[in-house]
């Protein structure tokens, strides 16, 4: 997962997942504009096995952290912003390690099939990137929300699945076709607000978000205490 090598930034003229827009307006009489990026919606799911009583979450390396990661410890070599000779950005500056640009996240994916529901979706993307085959009627919705509000704007809807070690099919690891390269994690119930709180440890606001809601909605139910 970490054997990164050969980068190289140049400018994106077109993407399959991203769009940039620049749209003008008024508000209150004064004219304004914003720059924005269309994307897809997604959906992503706490994963919770009651086998073990642990968190089921996945480990992936994310360019763009790994970017801002460089971006930071390099301030003063703008060849990381736009980079389109051939040179690699190696050759101009230390990169960090890669493992700045791992991060742990919740099982998720893009809605991009129109012809599946968003449970349907979520029951794929759990199967793919961590193994377990959930019954679409076992997702139970957590609620929705906006993400990159002032990127994007896309919503994404939260799930939650209980797991046995009997829905363990397979491996996970998301699809190799799709460049996917997935690790799957346990985080142990009684660790979990602890590495909630780890700032040391790099994890999406989902991630968090959902740990603390399993705190309050289902933890009673497991009578083990999550405290930090």
């Known amino acids: 997962m970490e054997q990164i090598s050969n980068i190289q930034v140049v400018s994106c003229s077109s993407s399959n997942y991203l769009k940039p827009f620049r749209v003008h307006y008024s508000q209150n009489g004064t004219k304004k504009y914003w720059d924005f990026?269309?994307?897809?919606?997604?959906?992503?799911?706490?994963?919770?096995?009651?086998?073990?009583?642990?968190?089921i979450l996945v480990k992936q390396f994310r360019p763009a952290v790994y970017m801002c990661e460089w971006e930071k410890s390099n301030p003063q070599h703008p060849e990381v912003e736009a980079n389109e000779g051939d040179e690699t950005l190696e050759n101009q500056s230390e990169p960090p390690p890669a493992s700045a640009g791992v991060t742990y996240e919740l099982c998720a994916g893009l809605v991009d099939k129109p012809d599946l529901s968003l449970e349907e979706i979520a029951k794929q993307e759990i199967l793919e990137e961590c193994g377990y085959d959930v019954p679409v009627s076992k997702l139970r919705k957590i609620t929705s929300y906006r993400s990159g509000v002032g990127v994007t704007g896309a919503k994404q809807t939260m799930f939650y699945a209980e797991v046995s070690d009997e829905n363990c099919v397979g491996e996970g690891g998301g699809e190799p076709k799709e460049g996917e390269l997935i690790e799957v994690v346990k985080i142990p119930l009684?660790?979990?607000?602890n590495f909630a709180y780890d700032e040391s440890i790099s994890k999406t606001v989902g991630v968090i978000f959902s740990f603390m809601w399993f705190h309050s909605h289902m933890a009673p139910k497991y009578k083990i205490s999550t405290n930090v």
């Open 37 to 55: 990026m269309r994307t897809h919606d997604s959906v992503s799911v706490l994963i919770f096995n009651t086998t073990c009583h642990c968190f």
């Open 190 to 193: 009684q660790e979990a607000m």
